[in-house]
């Protein structure tokens, strides 16, 4: 599986940005898809999930809590594409974001724990004051 990030860029505190992963070389809809974020010196963290598509139960989301009511996380199996929808932009929102892929049936918070076995390189979010 092969994982391209996309769509970043300068915005103005308080705005809004929508980024993009793009998947390729693998059963889409059987991946669950992961957004982290790296600031300057500092770890990488978690930011958002989205689950794997299911019959069943659908598909769910998970939101740090830095980003809960602000970032919506969703996926368009037809594009092999998941987005990341960041609303209310804040200076400290400022990291190269990664996304990252992992065939798995976990669901909610565990997404936030798991071993991603699929990376994509980042796309620089610059938050401006």
């Known amino acids: 599986v092969q994982l391209q990030a996309s769509g970043g860029g300068l915005i103005q505190a308080g705005g809004s940005l929508t980024i993009s992963c793009a998947a390729s070389?693998?059963?889409?809809?059987?991946?669950?898809v992961g957004w982290f974020r790296q600031a300057p010196g500092k770890e990488r963290y978690f930011v958002a999930a989205?689950?794997?598509?299911?019959?069943?139960?659908?598909?769910?989301?998970f939101y740090s809590d830095s980003v809960k009511g602000r970032f919506t996380v969703s996926r368009d199996n037809a594009k092999n594409t998941v987005y990341l929808q960041m609303n209310s932009l804040k200076p400290e929102d400022t990291a190269v974001y990664y996304c990252?892929?992992?065939?798995?049936?976990?669901?909610?918070?565990?997404?936030?724990?798991?071993?991603?076995?699929?990376w994509g390189q980042g796309t620089q979010v610059t938050v401006s004051s």
């Open positions: 990252a892929a992992d065939v798995t049936e976990h669901a909610g918070p565990v997404l936030g724990r798991i071993k991603y076995d699929y």
């Open positions: 070389g693998g059963t889409f809809s059987r991946l669950a």
């Open positions: 989205i689950s794997r598509s299911s019959s069943r139960r659908g598909t769910s989301t």
